[in-house]
């Protein structure tokens, strides 16, 4: 008897194996994983409670108005492109570039972080620019020149300081700038 069963057993399995074979080869590799993660995702949306109505509205109107204000400022208007006058582009870096150093002047290091670029504030963590920069020692700023070509910008600043007992030290400084996401951004340099 056992032995008919291990040979039935062994005749279903080696059907299965060929049958998912089968299938494995007619599907496109991971669609079954795919599709699972879809169902999972739409399943979330389904509003069966007002709880869930009202969050999933919430959330529509958020990606809504992210959408549409990336749409604006990647179609020109009223953002600031590559492709813009470089005295338009200079004006810009200039003005953001003064008022970064003016809120370290005072004492916001969290204002001075909102002017980091994208890629500078996903390598350099808020905590970590607060320890970098020591505030309270800075006195004024003043913004010589810029120079732009294409997307990447240059500023040399003149900033002066107290440190210890030497007051009023004035240090040329060079910053590089970039432009995207319709607007002028720090590249700090570690």
């Not at 089968?22 to 993660?37: A, C, H, Q, Y």
């Not at 909102?114 to 808020?126: G, I, N, Q, R, V």
């Not at 997307?151 to 007051?167: H, I, P, Q, V």
Request: contains cysteine.
């Amino acid at each position: 008897m056992n032995a008919g069963i291990a040979t039935l057993y062994s005749r279903f399995a080696a059907g299965c194996r060929r049958l998912r074979w089968t299938k494995r080869r007619l599907r496109p590799e991971g669609t079954r994983r795919i599709n699972r993660v879809f169902c999972d995702v739409l399943r979330q949306f389904a509003a069966h409670t007002v709880a869930k109505r009202r969050q999933s509205t919430g959330g529509g109107a958020i990606v809504t108005a992210i959408v549409l204000g990336g749409c604006a400022a990647g179609a020109g208007l009223g953002g600031l492109t590559a492709e813009a006058p470089a005295t338009v582009k200079q004006e810009a870096v200039a003005a953001r570039a003064k008022a970064r150093w003016e809120a370290l002047i005072n004492r916001d290091v969290d204002g001075a972080y909102a002017f980091l670029s994208p890629a500078s504030k996903a390598t350099m963590p808020l905590d970590l620019y607060k320890a970098k920069h020591k505030v309270g020692m800075y006195r004024t700023v003043k913004v010589d020149s810029v120079n732009c070509e294409a997307d990447a910008c240059t500023a040399n600043l003149s900033l002066t300081y107290d440190y210890k007992r030497f007051k009023g030290i004035t240090t040329p400084l060079v910053e590089k700038w970039i432009i995207t996401q319709g607007q002028a951004w720090f590249v700090e340099q570690r």
